[in-house]
């Protein structure tokens, strides 16, 4: 087990998965808000360079795992002009914003949205040309579950492509994030939200999450292979790419 496994929101108890889909319903609202704000914008740059990963394989069928409320699978229709995304979450309170989004954007014939277990996923077998996520396998009941689903479901030979928050390794930046993450970073969520431990848990995993040259084992043992990762923004996001 993974240390971010062992952590859950709004204290230990109970099924962590349950747990997480009751906080990101919480947060659904004021979730995109805090994103952007929180980033200064830089989430945005972060998912339109990790599309670009994928344009020279030209998937035509994504799954967009934890897909939150949908900017990584917009963002990916418009980008890469594929036949059909799916955005897979456990919460309806998100996607009931990305359906929005997709609506407004005239993308609701591209995207659809269904609820997901990430680790018992109902897709079948070899089903997408790539897949991706964006800042939710560190909320993983399991990760090496979650990641051996998305490699089940990918086409032999498709791309997976995900984003997750790092903790930087350089000085300044390290000790400026830790700063930033457990002082300004939950004040003003919990301000916005009016729910400051769920952002106290987001933190918590972040730090606690594997990275870096660690998830180049994690992701060999689920099945993939050509694995690479790319530090963004003095390693505040890191950006992985591996092939099935």
Not at 157 to 168: A, F, K, N, V
Not at 209 to 222: H, L, S, T, V, Y
């Amino acid at each position: 087990m993974y240390q971010q496994e062992k952590i859950k929101p709004y204290g230990n108890e109970g099924d962590k998965g349950k747990l997480v889909a009751k906080m990101f319903d919480n947060i659904a609202d004021h979730y995109d808000t805090l994103n952007h704000r929180l980033s200064w914008n830089i989430d945005k740059g972060w998912r339109r360079r990790a599309i670009k990963q994928l344009e020279r394989f030209h998937p035509q069928v994504i799954l967009d795992v934890a897909t939150g409320t949908g900017d990584f699978a917009v963002q990916s229709a418009a980008m890469l002009s594929p036949e059909k995304v799916i955005g897979a979450d456990i919460s309806e309170g998100m996607m009931a914003i990305g359906r929005k989004k997709a609506k407004t954007l005239g993308l609701e014939n591209i995207i659809t949205f269904q609820k997901e277990d990430a680790l018992n996923m109902s897709f079948p077998d070899n089903s997408f040309d790539a897949v991706t996520a964006a800042f939710g396998i560190r909320n993983f009941q399991d990760l090496d579950r979650g990641l051996a689903e998305m490699c089940r479901v990918l086409k032999p030979g498709g791309h997976l492509i995900i984003l997750e928050l790092t903790t930087p390794i350089s000085f300044p930046m390290k000790q400026l994030f830790k700063i930033y993450s457990h002082t300004f970073l939950p004040l003003y969520a919990s301000f916005i939200s009016k729910d400051k431990s769920a952002y106290e848990y987001l933190t918590a995993t972040i730090e606690a999450f594997p990275q870096g040259e660690q998830m180049m084992d994690i992701f060999q043992k689920a099945g993939f292979r050509e694995n690479s990762f790319e530090r963004l923004t003095f390693g505040i996001c890191t950006l992985y790419l591996a092939q099935k």
